[in-house]
């Protein structure tokens, strides 16, 4: 089994069929982050449609604005949502700091959701990683999978010691400073993303089908100077471990991890 810690299945459009059946072929547990609430609702709809796939619902830095000024909208989702992701903050694309005080307002809504109902957050740091780090101590946030982080290191060493898990992405392949970042992630906090579809397209050239976790668990092999077996296997299991527990992922740790698909 393979881990994609952090997809957004909702955006593949027509291509949806086929990257689901590569997600049943290599057995890849996937969990698909939602933008806002249509994306979650799309994504609902996938999550029915595969057993291996996690919907969980964020509203996205990028789309904060939208909802800044209705966050009751968001209640209904966020108590629904196992997981809460994607959510965070985003300096570097979204350019114009004027979005940036809506972006912070949605943030610690999901913040104090994840708190008060015990949930994971899955967050989006790009140009912000600063202010995440505090927001995250602020908040008291135990569980955290920071997705593709490329920020400074400082920060990224802070967090490592909050206990926070890390995705790393096909950008393995193709930085040093991720490489850097991918070596030093804790053995039992890695974990494989794709950002799938769009996220690897300036990278690679063409939407990231699923079975790219393939070329990423290379380029981490690479990085850690240890073999694909390995790292799958890792991850794998820093995954089972971060949901055994979780009140709201234990059925789903029951059925992925522990049912008759096998493996433990
Ligand atoms: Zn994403």
Same mark, same amino acid.
């Given at each position: 089994?393979?881990?994609?810690?952090?997809?957004?299945?909702?955006?593949?459009?027509?291509?949806?069929?086929?990257?689901?059946?590569?997600?049943?072929?290599?057995?890849?547990?996937?969990?698909?982050?939602?933008?806002?609430?249509?994306?979650?609702?799309?994504?609902?709809?996938?999550?029915?449609?595969?057993?291996?796939?996690?919907?969980?619902?964020?509203?996205?830095?990028?789309?904060?604005?939208?909802?800044?000024?209705?966050?009751?909208?968001?209640?209904?989702?966020?108590?629904?949502?196992?997981?809460?992701?994607?959510?965070?903050?985003?300096?570097?694309?979204?350019?114009?700091?004027?979005?940036?005080?809506?972006?912070?307002?949605?943030?610690?809504?999901?913040?104090?959701?994840?708190?008060?109902?015990?949930?994971?957050?899955?967050?989006?740091?790009?140009?912000?990683?600063?202010?995440?780090?505090?927001?995250?101590?602020?908040?008291?946030?135990?569980?955290?999978?920071?997705?593709?982080?490329?920020?400074?290191?400082?920060?990224?060493?802070?967090?490592?010691?909050?206990?926070?898990?890390?995705?790393? *992405?096909?950008?393995? +392949?193709?930085? !040093?400073?991720? @490489?850097?970042? %991918?070596?030093?992630?804790? =053995? #039992?906090?890695?974990?494989?993303?794709?950002?799938?579809?769009?996220?690897?397209?300036?990278?690679?050239?063409?939407? *990231?089908?699923?079975? +790219?976790?393939? !070329?990423?668990? @290379?380029?981490? %092999?690479?990085?850690?100077? =240890? #073999?694909?077996?390995?790292?799958?296997?890792?991850?794998?299991?820093?995954?089972?471990?971060?949901?055994?527990?979780?009140?709201?992922?234990?059925?789903?740790?029951?059925?992925?991890?522990?049912?008759?698909?096998?493996?433990?």
């Amino acid at each position: 089994m393979l881990i994609d810690a952090h997809a957004h299945l909702d955006r593949y459009g027509d291509a949806l069929e086929a990257a689901l059946e590569e997600i049943a072929q290599h057995r890849i547990f996937t969990i698909s982050n939602s933008l806002d609430l249509p994306s979650y609702k799309r994504n609902l709809e996938i999550g029915e449609m595969c057993e291996l796939v996690l919907p969980t619902f964020g509203v996205h830095p990028w789309m904060a604005p939208e909802y800044a000024d209705r966050l009751e909208d968001l209640h209904d989702a966020i108590e629904q949502s196992p997981v809460l992701g994607e959510i965070g903050l985003d300096y570097f694309f979204v350019e114009d700091p004027a979005e940036y005080p809506a972006q912070r307002k949605v943030l610690e809504f999901f913040l104090s959701s994840a708190v008060q109902q015990d949930k994971i957050v899955s967050v989006h740091t790009k140009g912000a990683e600063k202010d995440i780090l505090d927001l995250l101590t602020r908040y008291d946030i135990q569980r955290a999978i920071i997705h593709w982080y490329s920020g400074p290191l400082d920060v990224f060493r802070e967090l490592v010691s909050m206990g926070m898990y890390f995705t790393v *992405g096909i950008e393995v +392949l193709y930085s !040093e400073h991720i @490489r850097t970042i %991918a070596r030093e992630v804790p =053995s #039992d906090r890695l974990l494989t993303e794709t950002d799938n579809p769009g996220g690897p397209k300036g990278l690679i050239g063409s939407i *990231g089908m699923p079975a +790219l976790l393939l !070329e990423v668990a @290379r380029g981490l %092999a690479g990085a850690r100077n =240890s #073999d694909v077996e390995t790292i799958t296997e890792t991850v794998r299991r820093n995954l089972a471990r971060l949901i055994e527990d979780d009140p709201w992922l234990s059925g789903t740790h029951a059925r992925v991890f522990e049912g008759q698909h096998g493996g433990t």
